[in-house]
């Protein structure tokens, strides 16, 4: 790669270097900075915070550019680049103070940007990153590279919304496909398989049959993560786990109609292999890569020894999705329809209940129009405020309303039944999706009185913690518009230690997560995860996540906890994995990773 002739002398370690070095140590960690390339060629230099903007760049001969560098530079066969060089790649002219204050643009209050160059038309094709370089009194005082992370400031935890019990919703794995569906119990199970083994009947699945409940319940959908252990081809052990997983879900199917929705993904067992292995007499097999192993079970003698722990790692993860079953499932749309008509001319809130959950089921299945949602008249009475809850909540969530229509709703109905709690929860619900884009929506006691006097009205006081939590994140969203970076502070020590006691799922934890790192706490943030990302039932996300974090440390990937986390992710989607090593502007973390030796090796093993 071409190099530019730019030429500036490299001060770090020097004493001329001294009061910038102080004043990056002193900027608060909420203050970021950075270089973005755009689709254009442009090249901007962007800061969250003008104050500190002001205070860095004082001098004459203060300033910044960007050192652009391409991916094939690190390629697995490439002489890396020096690391501690200033000159990588190709080096912008530095811009200097007085034009970077009068070409600088400001974004939103305080945050700043502004143009430092153009791409040159020898990288216009390459896939390029711009790492930072902060000059001082002419001097390089600082060169950055960046890994990228998904922040998310209003991670709120998710609340749902109460029907007669709280609407579960799920999203799929894949972030390229993610279509939601509702349920209303979610179960998982373990499933073992024999060695040769593809094929299951009905009566080898009879005990998960009965603890599923199926004459109460039906399956709305089901996901399945099958492990093979790990000698033999890998093509060939993906095969053989997606025909098993099949077997199980056509075994399943017998037992009821419709067809059942399924997604499968299938790896091999490398992160139980290298648990188990490091504890038995074949402990020198856990020093290995992969392909070493392969090449050391092709022994006979030497597979049929470890074949103990290798039987265990066979095996399926199923997740299920059930519905409670109505009775209804085989009545035609027009009968319900009268049906329901009936039960709320007689009176009976209860059974119209039952009937508008057969109809929401279909439309949500796609097998119904919306318009059988919009056919369920409710008269405007106190007995049917239960009746009319779900109903907004349901067309809600079908996207047949905005939020805002529904907020008036609930609160026609709140005035009409004044001591219906669920009314209650489900108006805070979506005065959060308000307030945490508009602090004027709501005024903050107020809005704490109503959230805390929720359980007198019969909702779960950990629901109620739930949406304390909620509202301390949202208030630390608004001291950090302030730049009061102690309130924030102190904010995020009450949701710290509030959040230990709650039962947390995955999606939770990821919630949590992604807000601590939004505002500079990953080390936080890791604690909170890595207790979930040595699972094989473990989030996709959840563990993805995990990795993108740990990527700001990547020497980590060569202990034994972050190897065994990336190994279940190479498992679990290892295209995703891969993605980690695409420029910053293209979704990746950064591929200026691949120079660390912890990591060049799982990514040339697994992605080329």
Avoid at 328 to 347: H, M, P, S
Wanted: glycine share 4%; net charge neutral.
């Amino acid at each position: 790669m071409a190099q530019s002739r730019v030429f500036i002398h490299d001060g770090r370690q020097t004493a001329a270097c001294t009061v910038c070095e102080q004043m990056l140590n002193d900027m608060p960690k909420e203050v970021l900075f950075g270089i973005h390339l755009y689709p254009n060629g442009d090249v901007y230099f962007t800061m969250s915070d003008k104050t500190w903007f002001n205070k860095l760049f004082t001098g004459a001969h203060d300033g910044v550019t960007a050192d652009l560098v391409s991916k094939d530079q690190f390629g697995c066969q490439a002489t890396l680049p020096d690391n501690y060089s200033v000159n990588k790649g190709f080096v912008l002219p530095p811009v200097y103070t007085a034009d970077l204050k009068s070409n600088m643009k400001e974004m939103s209050p305080g945050h700043v940007t502004v143009k430092i160059g153009h791409i040159p038309p020898s990288l216009a094709k390459k896939e390029l990153e711009g790492n930072l370089i902060i000059v001082k009194n002419g001097v390089v005082c600082d060169y950055t590279s960046f890994v990228d992370i998904d922040r998310i400031q209003w991670a709120l935890l998710p609340m749902g919304l109460y029907t007669d019990t709280l609407l579960n919703v799920d999203l799929s794995d894949d972030i390229t496909k993610r279509a939601q569906h509702f349920y209303t119990k979610k179960l998982q199970f373990n499933i073992p398989f024999s060695k040769g083994k593809t094929t299951y009947n009905t009566s080898d699945l009879q005990p998960l049959y009965d603890s599923l409940q199926l004459k109460d319940y039906s399956i709305k959908s089901i996901s399945i993560r099958a492990y093979s252990s790990v000698e033999g081809a890998t093509q060939l052990n993906n095969q053989l786990q997606k025909q098993r997983s099949q077997s199980i879900i056509k075994a399943l199917q017998q037992f009821q109609s419709p067809e059942i929705k399924t997604t499968i993904t299938s790896g091999e067992n490398w992160i139980e292999f290298y648990d188990d292995i490091a504890k038995s007499p074949f402990k020198e097999l856990a020093s290995l890569g992969k392909i070493e192993i392969k090449k050391k079970l092709l022994d006979k003698v030497l597979l049929e020894k470890v074949e103990t722990y290798l039987s265990n790692h066979r095996k399926a993860i199923i997740t299920i999705y059930l519905n409670k079953r109505t009775g209804l499932e085989k009545t035609n749309a027009d009968t319900l329809l009268t049906r329901f008509k009936q039960a709320i001319a007689n009176k009976k809130p209860a059974q119209a209940s039952i009937i508008r959950d057969a109809i929401f089921e279909r439309v949500a299945n796609g097998k119904l129009p919306q318009q059988y949602i919009n056919q369920l008249e409710i008269p405007n009475e106190k007995i049917f405020s239960d009746l009319m809850n779900n109903q907004v909540s349901y067309k809600l969530s079908l996207n047949i309303t905005y939020e805002y229509e529904a907020l008036e709703d609930l609160k026609e109905i709140e005035a009409l039944a004044p001591e219906n709690g669920k009314v209650k929860y489900n108006i805070c619900v979506l005065n959060f999706r308000f307030w945490q884009y508009d602090s004027t929506h709501l005024q903050a006691p107020v809005f704490l009185k109503y959230i805390n006097d929720l359980p007198q009205y019969g909702i779960d006081p950990s629901l109620v913690k739930r949406m304390l939590i909620n509202y301390n994140i949202v208030m630390c969203g608004m001291y950090m518009d302030q730049l009061d970076y102690q309130a924030k502070d102190n904010t995020i020590e009450y949701i710290y230690r509030n959040y230990v006691s709650l039962q947390l799922t995955d999606a939770d934890m990821l919630a949590l997560a992604k807000y601590l790192c939004y505002y500079s706490h990953s080390l936080a943030a890791e604690k909170l995860i890595e207790t979930r990302v040595h699972q094989l039932d473990v989030d996709e996300d959840l563990l993805f996540y995990y990795l993108n974090l740990k990527l700001f440390d990547a020497g980590s990937f060569a202990t034994d906890p972050v190897r065994k986390a990336a190994l279940n992710a190479i498992n679990i989607n290892g295209p995703r994995f891969c993605r980690f090593f695409n420029a910053t502007d293209k979704g990746g973390a950064s591929f200026q990773l691949l120079r660390y030796d912890a990591l060049r090796p799982l990514y040339c093993e697994s992605c080329r």
